[in-house]
């Protein structure tokens, strides 16, 4: 008799239960959501092709959906709940009209706080505002520009240039976005706190900081998998990743450590790094100063190198593209360092007048960034209730994500050609001014709003430079056989890095504009 009002309660629950997930499964217009376990099953099973799978839900549901991740009463339309959105009006309200309203939260700060600390980018509030206040100040120098020039070209003409003439001497190929990462790593470092760390060097050796830095990455990565009840207690104990995440940030505490020490007894001799400009402006503490240099590092390393990898992947198979690359770098360089010898144009890297002529060269990395942004999808913690422009209700303590990836692919937003590489779409009716969308919410590869990236007009000065360096001096082609895929990470790597081969050009006149063709920087 026990046993039958116990199965009998038990079925009732169930019964109840079930009634209520269909009555809530039912208002989700995303992936197919399955008891307890939401929509994870999905998830998995499209792990590999995460964000083409994102925006295939997108695009069917019109730009918005929500989904849950955990099917339980009183969860599921709360901290359950995941918003997923690419309309540039939802984006707008999300990371400018309601911004106060949608922070990176509680879950992004926990996860990265034993790498990143309180740094500007894993904070909100009045410490995101005072380190956001500080630093604008020194992006908008002349200065910081100077500096990031200098490193840049050192890099490209001292570490780059020789790895490049070594594999064309003997017929190698090189996997280009590990060599973009260790160059763009180098000059951040040197930037941010006046070090370089030569990953960059014939053999790729190992550098202990930059190992130490890149593990703590990962294992920090790793916390976005695993509950977090689950990953604190493996931190307790010690276990795995989070053994490693723990050596590995006590390694950059040591070295950073010693790196402040150093630039506070040459605090007057005048350096130009990012951390000294810091210590000259107030009285900071170590901790606060090392927060600043990790954070952004982190920032200006990945996102870089990840854009040049896909922009030297496209350019290499739009023949056309790379066409008017070389006109417009014909163009530019005959007329500031003459036509007579085109080979002096390789004695000296560019210079900025240079760079900022170079319009269909920015045209094709922002058309690079709007289909391979570096950072694919990025998420909010919601605050209090509140309803999106398209009319979605998204409740407090839920989630955000805002699908990057899937905006610069909707024809509803860029148009039925959306797909195609087109950087002429960046560029005036006359081909000559760069002309970014009218809805800056198009195009976030940059974030926008109160966050926007301070370093979007370092970032396309070092990649204008990388890509003009390049592509003045050699030819890439993909090695044959080799697959080209994206890996599933916050920042949007190449799965099996990018192999190429690497002929030298030695014909300048190829350059040339075809004729009665105006080179679209020639009225720049």
């Known amino acids: 008799m026990e046993t039958a009002m116990w199965l009998g309660a038990a079925a009732a629950c169930v019964a109840a239960y079930m009634i209520w997930f269909f009555r809530m499964a039912a208002g989700m217009q995303g992936p197919r959501v399955w008891p307890l376990v939401g929509s994870l099953p999905g998830l998995v099973q499209n792990a590999d092709r995460m964000h083409e799978w994102i925006a295939e839900n997108l695009r069917r549901t019109g730009g918005t959906y929500q989904t849950c ?18 309309d540039p009006r939802n984006l707008e309200h999300i990371l400018k009209t309601r911004f106060d309203n949608y922070p990176k939260g509680p879950t992004w700060h926990a996860v990265f706080h034993d790498l990143l600390g309180d740094g500007i980018f894993n904070t909100d509030g009045d410490t ?61 470092c040197g930037l941010a706190f006046g070090r370089d760390p030569e990953t960059l060097a014939p053999g790729m050796p190992e550098n202990d900081f930059a190992t130490a830095f890149d593990r703590a990455t990962e294992a920090s990565l790793q916390r976005f998998i695993l509950p977090e009840v689950l990953w604190r207690f493996k931190k307790w104990l010690r276990l795995g990743m989070e053994g490693t995440l723990s050596r590995s940030v006590a390694h950059v505490d040591r070295y950073l450590s010693a790196v402040i020490k150093a630039r506070k007894l040459e605090l007057n001799s005048g350096h130009d790094d990012l951390l000294s400009r810091f210590m000259r402006k107030g009285s900071y503490t170590d901790d606060f100063l090392q927060n600043v240099a990790l954070n952004f590092i982190l920032a200006g ?18 023949p ?3 066409q008017s690359i ?31 002529r170079l319009v269909y060269l920015k045209a094709a990395l922002s058309e690079t960034l709007r289909l391979y942004p570096s950072v694919p999808e990025d998420s909010k913690h919601v605050v209090a209730d509140d309803v999106l422009p398209d009319n979605t209700f998204v409740p407090a303590g839920s989630a955000i994500t805002y699908s990057i990836y899937s905006t610069g692919r909707m024809k509803s937003v860029w148009g039925d050609d959306c797909l195609e590489f087109r ?21 976030v590869s940059f974030n926008a709003g109160p966050r926007v990236c301070l370093g979007k007009d370092l970032a396309y000065l070092q990649m204008k430079s990388i890509a003009a360096g390049v592509l003045l001096r050699y030819r890439l082609a993909v090695v044959p056989g080799h697959r080209v895929e994206q890996k599933m990470s916050l920042t949007l790597f190449m799965k099996h890095g990018l192999m190429v081969n690497i002929r030298r050009r030695d014909d300048f006149s190829a350059f040339r504009p075809a004729a009665g063709v105006v080179a679209v920087a020639s009225g720049a």
């Open 326 to 356: 070389k006109s417009e770098l014909y163009s530019v360089l005959s007329d500031s360092r003459g036509s007579d010898d085109c080979k002096s144009w390789l004695d000296s890297p560019l210079a900025f007048e240079e760079l900022d």
């Open 423 to 443: 950087p002429e779409r960046w560029l005036s009716d006359d081909g000559r001014r760069f002309e970014p969308p009218a809805d800056f919410f198009k195009f």
């Open 301 to 318: 390393r990945d996102t870089s190198s990840v854009a040049l990898s896909w922009f030297f992947w496209l350019v290499s198979t739009h």
């Open 320 to 322: 056309a593209v790379e």
């Open 128 to 188: 995101w505002l005072l380190q956001r206040k500080t630093a604008a100040l020194e992006f908008t120098t002349r200065t910081l520009r100077t500096a990031m020039s200098r490193w840049v070209s050192r890099s490209i003409h001292q570490r780059l240039l020789p790895i490049l003439d070594a594999a064309v001497a003997d017929g190698s190929a090189v996997d280009l976005q590990d060599l973009l990462l260790r160059l763009t790593f180098d000059n951040i």
């Open 69 to 86: 991740i955990c099917a339980v009463p009183l969860l599921a339309r709360r901290q359950g709940l995941v918003t997923v959105t690419c």
